[in-house]
């Protein structure tokens, strides 16, 4: 390869949470016990050296003395333009069709407010990002789920007639779609995504769309964009992305949305600025243009090749070495969704004791409960793989096998 997805950084005093958080007073993520270092797989950020396009444009901005205000350029708007022509097939779209947002959960109760009256319903699927479940709740809005069901092939789908007769008890009119799936890692299927519109359609039901995982598609699968899948789709959907989870640029802040009807992106743009504090901030922008470059394509496919061996590596240990765990193997996203029901019930052992043992010995994984996982583990792969390998054997020998 490359680029460097194998050196272990040491992020200590670097501004991240990650490692920072591991022991702190008041932390729900104690120090490992005395031998074992931390081994950071719990909040959804990456430890792989950026793409290096990322840090070049930055700096040569960083070199000019000054720092005024500032208006996104045709160079940050064409960036977006060609990432999605060139990843997702996307064409047509245009500047005026994006528009900048601090945060994708920033977007999302933007586009609620702009759909909602606080206190109406909203459809998600469960399990749930813990993010959504805050952002919801804490703006009023009241959560409808409709869980996601296994197959016979242990693969996550959604419950169609289970939706639409949330949909009508409710009389809920505003979904979230998370696609591709955090926290259990489905890339959806064009049907997939065709079916749901089209019950949405049915019952006059508007779309907020989080695809911030869209780049980070594993072997043999595919994203396809909401509003992709039929013009109605392109109408009703507020879609959100950011490079953030791609690139590792969460600290930086910055994602942005994709709104094809004018009166939702007008009623959006309005509602954002109220509060006065949805702008960009001028590295922000630099820190995009940096990173959609051309080797930025190349670090992705070369980042997405690395998760891919790292799932595989992962899913194969579980079902080798873990009985009574299992996992639907995600299609995308960094994460793993592991259940542990049978393993727990088996051990006569609780999640906190389970989530215990494995912090003490410096795997510092997260509580699915928080997901509506209620026997799950959450678990961040975008790690050099001698770190993954290091985490699971050590879940072997003094966790699940201990």
């Given at each position: 390869m490359?680029?460097?997805f194998?050196?272990?950084?040491?992020r200590?005093?670097?501004?991240?949470?990650?490692?920072?958080?591991i022991?702190m007073p008041?932390?729900?993520?104690?120090?490992?016990?005395?031998?074992?270092?931390?081994?950071?797989?719990?909040v959804a950020?990456?430890n792989?050296?950026?793409?290096p396009?990322i840090?070049?444009?930055m700096?040569?901005?960083a070199?000019?003395?000054?720092?005024?205000?500032?208006?996104p350029?045709?160079?940050?708007?064409?960036?977006?333009?060609?990432?999605?022509?060139?990843?997702n097939?996307?064409?047509?779209l245009t500047?005026a069709?994006?528009?900048?947002?601090?945060?994708?959960?920033?977007?999302v109760?933007t586009?609620?407010n702009?759909?909602?009256?606080?206190?109406?319903?909203v459809?998600?699927h469960?399990p749930?990002?813990?993010?959504?479940?805050?952002?919801?709740?804490?703006n009023?809005?009241d959560?409808?789920?409709?869980p996601?069901?296994?197959?016979?092939n242990?693969?996550w789908?959604?419950?169609?007639?289970?939706m639409?007769?949330k949909?009508?008890?409710?009389?809920?009119?505003?979904a979230?779609?998370?696609?591709?799936?955090?926290?259990?890692?489905?890339?959806?299927?064009?049907?997939?995504?065709?079916?749901a519109?089209?019950?949405?359609?049915?019952?006059?039901v508007?779309?907020?769309?989080d695809?911030?995982?869209?780049?980070?598609?594993?072997?043999?699968?595919?994203?396809?964009?909401?509003?992709?899948?039929?013009?109605?789709?392109k109408?009703r959907t507020?879609?959100l992305y950011?490079?953030?989870?791609?690139?590792?640029?969460?600290?930086?802040?910055g994602?942005?949305?994709?709104?094809y009807n004018?009166?939702?992106?007008?009623?959006?743009?309005?509602?954002s600025?109220?509060?006065h504090y949805?702008?960009?901030?001028?590295?922000s922008m630099h820190?995009?243009?940096?990173?959609?470059?051309p080797?930025?394509?190349?670090?992705?496919?070369?980042l997405?090749?690395?998760?891919t061996?790292?799932?595989d590596?992962a899913?194969d240990?579980i079902?080798k070495?873990?009985?009574g765990?299992?996992?639907?193997?995600?299609?995308g996203t960094y994460?793993l969704?592991?259940?542990?029901?049978?393993?727990?019930?088996k051990?006569g052992?609780t999640?906190?004791?389970?989530?215990?043992?494995g912090?003490?010995?410096?795997?510092?994984?997260?509580d699915?409960?928080a997901?509506?996982?209620?026997?799950h583990?959450r678990?961040n792969?975008?790690?050099?793989?001698s770190?993954?390998?290091e985490?699971f054997?050590r879940l072997?020998?003094?966790?699940?096998?201990?």
């Amino acid at each position: 390869m490359k680029y460097d997805f194998t050196s272990i950084l040491d992020r200590h005093g670097k501004d991240a949470i990650a490692v920072d958080m591991i022991g702190m007073p008041g932390s729900p993520y104690p120090a490992p016990r005395e031998g074992f270092d931390a081994i950071p797989m719990w909040v959804a950020d990456m430890n792989f050296p950026v793409c290096p396009t990322i840090q070049e444009h930055m700096i040569a901005r960083a070199q000019h003395p000054t720092f005024g205000y500032f208006m996104p350029t045709k160079e940050y708007f064409d960036s977006i333009i060609r990432w999605q022509e060139s990843h997702n097939g996307v064409t047509g779209l245009t500047s005026a069709n994006i528009g900048y947002e601090n945060g994708v959960l920033g977007g999302v109760v933007t586009a609620l407010n702009v759909f909602c009256s606080r206190g109406d319903k909203v459809l998600l699927h469960s399990p749930t990002y813990v993010g959504f479940t805050g952002s919801l709740t804490n703006n009023g809005y009241d959560i409808v789920h409709s869980p996601l069901v296994k197959d016979e092939n242990g693969v996550w789908r959604m419950d169609f007639e289970d939706m639409e007769k949330k949909i009508v008890e409710g009389k809920i009119h505003a979904a979230i779609f998370c696609s591709p799936h955090n926290p259990c890692g489905r890339v959806w299927e064009k049907w997939e995504v065709e079916k749901a519109m089209e019950l949405y359609k049915k019952h006059d039901v508007m779309v907020i769309s989080d695809e911030i995982w869209s780049d980070i598609i594993l072997a043999g699968h595919k994203h396809v964009p909401t509003q992709s899948v039929s013009e109605d789709a392109k109408m009703r959907t507020v879609a959100l992305y950011a490079p953030s989870k791609t690139f590792n640029l969460a600290g930086l802040v910055g994602s942005y949305h994709i709104i094809y009807n004018k009166m939702i992106k007008d009623r959006c743009d309005k509602e954002s600025s109220l509060g006065h504090y949805n702008s960009m901030n001028v590295m922000s922008m630099h820190a995009l243009i940096g990173a959609y470059q051309p080797e930025g394509y190349q670090w992705t496919e070369e980042l997405c090749e690395t998760i891919t061996g790292n799932v595989d590596y992962a899913c194969d240990y579980i079902e080798k070495h873990f009985e009574g765990v299992t996992v639907s193997k995600p299609q995308g996203t960094y994460m793993l969704f592991i259940d542990c029901a049978q393993w727990l019930e088996k051990h006569g052992k609780t999640m906190d004791e389970l989530m215990k043992a494995g912090w003490e010995v410096g795997v510092v994984w997260q509580d699915g409960r928080a997901f509506h996982g209620k026997t799950h583990i959450r678990l961040n792969l975008a790690l050099p793989l001698s770190r993954v390998k290091e985490a699971f054997e050590r879940l072997d020998k003094y966790v699940f096998n201990a």
